[in-house]
């Protein structure tokens, strides 16, 4: 029986096209820290590129924030430093990217109606933002950091989707067997495949699907949002 349900947060509980995110969320990084010295928005997106790729490659030795950090300052080093700039930006400025937005549903019965059956809910969104930046997102659909009982952020992770060991690292914080466990997302290869390479049940969410290779979901448990947590609360235990 599921005892842990772990959600993906972009393109699962928020309903956006992914691209469509990142142009706003540049476009709104970029105004941020052009007073401060990093007036070449190419030169920023590029190193934020970088930085996160740095994450994504992260062996789970060290924070992803560092592993972003040493990539993104060590491009600028005349700069100052731009976390404390970001971070105001995540928590202000950052709001307003939540306009690419396809839908504004309101998560929080769902989340109350899950947690009221026994599971133990965790936000399993791909750990490169801080933070605050997780907490800013899940407010547009009406949930908070609180509404779970852990959420991976950068800080707090040494690895990134779809390396399996982030799930693996997941497990072990919460003393799951896989079986006792259920991933829910909208990616194919980030969450998908990995929580399934564990042998963790999962479910693929199509309302915003990401499958750029392509690969065969007819196996797969898929459906809207609304279906995955009745999937969920058929399962749990």
């Not at 899940?138 to 509404?147: F, M, N, T, Y």
């Not at 799951?176 to 829910?184: F, S």
């Not at 909208?186 to 049940?201: F, R």
Request: aromatic share 12%; glycine share 8%.
């Amino acid at each position: 029986m599921i005892k842990t349900v772990m959600f993906d947060l972009d393109g699962t509980l928020l309903p956006f096209v992914q691209d469509e995110f990142i142009k706003y969320y540049f476009g709104g990084l970029c105004k941020k820290l052009a007073p401060h010295g990093y007036d070449d928005p190419d030169s920023v997106v590029k190193n934020v590129w970088k930085g996160t790729g740095a994450m994504i490659k992260n062996d789970g030795s060290r924070p992803n924030s560092e592993a972003f950090w040493e990539v993104f300052h060590g491009a600028f080093p005349d700069k100052p430093d731009a976390r404390e700039f970001c971070d105001d930006f995540y928590t202000k400025e950052f709001d307003a990217v939540k306009q690419c937005l396809k839908r504004v549903p309101d998560h929080k019965p769902m989340i109350e109606r899950l947690k009221s059956a026994g599971a133990e809910l965790v936000l399993a969104t791909n750990p490169i933002f801080p933070e605050c930046a997780v907490a800013t997102r899940l407010a547009w659909v009406g949930l908070s950091p609180s509404d779970f009982a852990y959420i991976t952020h950068y800080d707090n992770s040494g690895c990134c989707k779809p390396n399996p060991k982030y799930f693996a690292e997941l497990l072990k914080k919460f003393g799951r067997q896989p079986g006792e466990c259920l991933m829910i997302g909208n990616s194919v290869e980030e969450d998908i495949l990995p929580a399934k390479s564990l042998g963790i049940e999962s479910f693929l969410v199509t309302d915003f699907i990401e499958n750029p290779e392509n690969a065969d979901i007819s196996a797969f448990n898929c459906g809207t949002i609304e279906d995955a947590e009745k999937f969920a609360a058929e399962r749990l235990g």
